[in-house]
Every structure is written in C-alpha cells, then in structure tokens.
C-alpha cells in the first residue's frame, strides 16, 4: 500500500521508534526506524532522543539518498534506501542493537535452525551480515545479501535489522528474532545444541505459509 509523507505517519513513525526503547530492543536510542512513502522514505534522524522528536524532526530521503528536512538522516540512511529498492514488499525496516542478537553477532555467527521458530524469518536460519563500518554503502550491501530471501539478519559486531509491511509485523518479527537469539544463546551455555536438518524445515516453512490464518466467515 503506497503511504504518503503525512504528519500523521510522521507521528506513528516516532511512537514506534519509542517503542524500540520501551521493548526492550534498544537502550539509549541506539537504533533507528523508517517508513516508505511514495516520494521515498521517512528515516528517525540521527542522534536524537526519541523522546525528544516532533514530526519535523523525521527526515524524508528519497530512493537516490537525497535527504530533506531540518535534521540529518539516521547515519544507516543507506541501508534502509537499499533495502527499500531491493525489496519492493517491505514497508518497515528496524534497526536495533538488540542485546541478545547483537551477542551472537559479536561471534560473527547467525542463528541457525536450533529452533524451528527460526523460520519466522523466512527460511532455515538467520543470517549474519559480514562486519563493515555502520554508515558505509559496505555494510549496507552486506546487510542486503544477508536479507535476501529474508525478512530479518544480526549484523557483525553491530546489531540486527527486522523487515515488515507495517510497524507492527516489524517489531513482531524484531522481538521474536531477539527471543531466539536469546533462547539460543543459554541453549550454548550447554554446547552447541542438536539442528533440525533441511527437510524439517522445509516442512515447518511450508507450514508456515498457511498457519494462523482463520477460516473467511
Ligand atoms: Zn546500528
């Protein structure tokens, strides 16, 4: 659905990166949240306090970079413009040093198919994007290889980005990708736990695709 650059998207945009503190998925801001919009995207500017922002303070970017508005763009701006121009589904794109993903990353290590949930994310495991400085067109094109065929990746030594049509579906996927993170990381505690090879989760993708959805009336 095409949203335009409106106040009130603007407003939902700052409610949701709030909402990155009061979850849990960041401390101190130190993430960063965008909308598409017909015109490009809406980026949380860099190094304010969310608590802080008014819709003026929501940069607008468009699809060749270009930024508009009274504050600079989240320094990340690059890889939500790419993820956006890569995947035309995504509305949402969640940046977050989530504590727990970002544990398993510091490894350089993705979370593979320890749990079946992993498929929450679209495939057979969680990929983590090579390390590159945050910023760089580097790290944004691994952060978009790691994404593909994905809705959710840990990013080296840094964090992890968590894909939606929506706030809600991505913030829904950003604490499930946080809580397997979590569970995998005391599930290490005990040694490298057993993995549910290929076909089960071919099976449990498959699955996937149709669960949770009701009946039509
Ligand atoms: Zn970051």
């Known amino acids: 659905m095409a949203h335009a650059d409106t106040t009130e998207l603007r407003e939902r945009l700052i409610e949701a990166a709030r909402r990155l503190n009061t979850t849990g998925l960041t401390r101190n801001n ?6 598409r919009v017909t015109t490009g995207f809406l980026v949380t500017p860099s190094g304010m306090p969310y608590d802080t922002l008014v819709a003026a303070d929501v940069v607008h970017v468009d699809l060749a970079g270009k930024a508009s508005g009274r504050r600079l763009p989240s320094s990340e701006w ?40 992993v498929a929450v994310a679209g495939g057979a495991d969680i990929r983590c994007a090579p390390y590159a400085t945050f910023g760089t067109e580097e ?79």
């Not at 706030?167 to 499930?176: G, H, Q, R, T, V």
């Open 78 to 117: 690059r890889f939500h413009r790419d993820v956006f121009v890569a995947r035309p589904e995504v509305d949402v794109v969640l940046h977050a040093h989530a504590p727990f993903a970002t544990s398993i990353a510091c490894h350089g290590r993705g979370i593979p198919a320890f749990h079946y949930m």
């Open 139 to 217: 790290l944004s094109a691994h952060a978009v290889a790691a994404l593909a065929g994905r809705r959710a990746c840990l990013l080296a030594n840094h964090g992890m980005i968590a894909l939606g049509a929506d706030f809600a579906s991505a913030f829904k996927l950003a604490i499930e990708v946080e809580t397997l993170a979590e569970m995998y990381w005391r599930a290490l505690q005990l040694g490298e736990p057993p993995l549910l090879d290929a076909a089960e989760m071919a099976r449990v993708l498959d699955k996937f695709v149709t669960y949770g959805r009701q009946p039509e009336e």
């Open 30 to 35: 130190s993430g960063n949240l965008s909308h």
